[in-house]
């Protein structure tokens, strides 16, 4: 008998806490395209020594220029998308306009990269090759490959973000109590 209570109220505690959640998102919509951001973010910083390692073995045309360029365009572009969706309040319009040119930079240069890794790898003259010990090449190309998808994804999130926030809005977090539909209107007006 006690395991059942346990669970139904486990089961309450589960639905409270997801109707909280969904309240929570109808208010700041914009937290799906931020945590679209922060993924990443952490993509390509916990993959920063991979990425370097790789600029030290190509060192190719600019290469830890785009990894610079996109380790700091990664970290502005928080500041920047907290202060284009500033809380309770419509979005800022130039900071959301100098937010699309971070994301565009940030596909740009992360391009620059893997472009600089196919020619180290795929020049007919004296290419680096891939094996046991240069394995880091492979998995930087992929992280950069990650970390365009992930701001491409960011930036689809934020251009479609009117649609999803409507759809959003109309989901019902009302809480049903028993007993309301009997209860009769109280009159709180003074005495006279």
């Given at each position: 008998?006690a395991?059942?209570?346990?669970?139904a109220?486990?089961?309450?505690?589960?639905?409270?806490?997801?109707?909280?959640q969904?309240?929570?998102?109808?208010r700041?919509?914009?937290?799906?395209?931020?945590?679209?951001l922060?993924?990443?973010?952490l993509?390509?910083?916990l993959?920063?020594?991979v990425i370097?390692?790789?600029t030290a073995?190509?060192?190719?045309?600019n290469?830890?220029q785009?990894?610079?360029?996109?380790m700091?365009?990664?970290?502005?572009?928080?500041?920047?998308?907290?202060r284009?969706f500033?809380?309770?309040?419509?979005?800022d319009k130039?900071?959301?306009?100098?937010?699309?040119?971070?994301?565009?930079?940030?596909?740009?240069v992360?391009?620059?990269?893997?472009?600089?890794?196919?020619?180290?790898?795929y020049?007919?003259?004296?290419?680096?090759?891939?094996?046991?010990n240069?394995?880091?090449?492979?998995?930087?190309?992929?992280?950069v490959?990650?970390h365009?998808?992930?701001?491409?994804?960011t930036a689809?999130?934020i251009?479609?973000?009117?649609l999803?926030s409507?759809?959003i809005?109309?989901?019902?977090?009302?809480i049903?109590?028993?007993?309301n539909?009997?209860?009769?209107?109280?009159?709180?007006?003074?005495?006279?």
């Open positions: 008998m395991d059942n209570k346990t669970s109220g486990q089961k309450r505690g589960f639905k409270e806490f997801m109707r909280k969904i309240v929570s998102l109808k700041s919509p914009q937290r799906i395209p931020l945590f679209a922060v993924a990443a973010f993509i390509y910083s993959n920063l020594s370097a390692n790789t073995r190509i060192n190719g045309a290469m830890g785009c990894e610079f360029a996109a700091l365009f990664s970290i502005l572009s928080f500041v920047v998308f907290l284009t500033p809380r309770r309040k419509k979005a130039v900071m959301l306009v100098l937010l699309s040119l971070m994301l565009a930079f940030l596909v740009f992360d391009a620059v990269y893997l472009i600089r890794i196919e020619t180290a790898v020049r007919p003259d004296n290419p680096i090759i891939v094996d046991k240069t394995i880091y090449i492979s998995t930087a190309y992929n992280v490959m990650a365009i998808i992930c701001v491409c994804v689809g999130l251009a479609l973000l009117p999803y409507k759809a809005r109309k989901i019902n977090t009302s049903d109590v028993e007993g539909e009997s209860m009769a209107t109280i009159d709180i007006g003074e005495d006279q």
